[in-house]
């Protein structure tokens, strides 16, 4: 029987290199993500601390310039008016646009985008493994590190939509207030506001942070979705990675005086501090103190994304494709 009886139609379109096909697995992972109404109840609430940045610039700006309130009183508190203008003069020193706008702005985003990737992790990685939907991508013209790559796309456009996407926002707001802060790098120490660069070194040094909270976010959820296929399993130990780990660093180092390097222990500090090397920030005006230095935190997350990548590569190696 020839082909056009058994209505076979010829690939009339342009053959690709396996390469592209990371695209697409990204592409349907993140479509059933989004579908999911409680991943953008989560966005929602990240974007919050976003618009609080956003428009508390603009409130701490008008509230410093307004005499009359730094006489208000709070409970049994009464601050004097010195009090009340240095703590606004601080607060919108925070929120100027400069590194220390976006370090905090990074590290605050950070509990939101752990419990939305905690409950995303089973969606986009898990459900292949337990419905035996990765024999079905490796049976196509593709390796296994296609596969991984597509799945680790994913994740990181969503944790660039929850950290990069909207730190990037801050940056256009402050260039657009004043169109010299993204042309000059010299804009805070010409006006005597603070040491932090700005214009092309500040933009990079964002994108920096949010590419390094991408990869290894993405490589270590990939990971530990792979190994713990379910929701509530994935939650415990994604949960345990980056809040009980976190405490027992800080019970190490600033309770037992152990040795600084045991707050290698906490995942999140060592992305912050590499990103905060990105934002050229001073290790000596890094808080809590002590801290590690930033190549150690480095050579961590290099240590935790190559045994991420191991771990992968054997356990989709074990696949049976064909049973």
Known sequence: MTAPL???????????RPICSVWPIARVAL??????????????????????????YYLFA?????PELAKIQIGKANPSQQQVQEFFRKTRGILNGGQDTFSVFFSYQGAMVIVTLALAGSTLVGGDFASRGLPFYLAKPISRWHYIGGKCLAVAVVVMLMTTVP??????????DDWEYAVNPDYF??????????????????????????VVLSLLLVATASWMRRTIPLIMVWMSLFFFLRLVARLLVEGLKYDVRWRLLDLWNDMCLVG????????????PLPQPEYWEAGVALAGVCIACLIYLSRRTRAVEVVR
Request: proline share 2%.
């Open 6 to 16: 058994l209505h076979y139609r010829a690939w009339q379109g342009e053959f690709r």
């Open 31 to 56: 479509c059933v993500l989004l579908r999911r109404k409680l991943f953008w109840v989560l966005y929602s609430f990240a974007m919050l601390l976003f618009l609080m940045f956003f428009f508390g």
């Open 62 to 66: 008008w509230a410093e310039s307004r």
């Open 167 to 176: 730190a990037l926002g801050l940056y256009g707001q402050h260039a657009f």
């Open 189 to 214: 120490l010409d006006y005597g506001l603070s040491r932090s660069p700005a214009g092309l070194p500040l933009l990079l040094g964002v994108l920096g942070h949010g590419c390094i909270f991408a």
């Open 276 to 287: 905060q090397w990105c934002l050229s920030i001073d290790h000596e005006g890094i808080r």
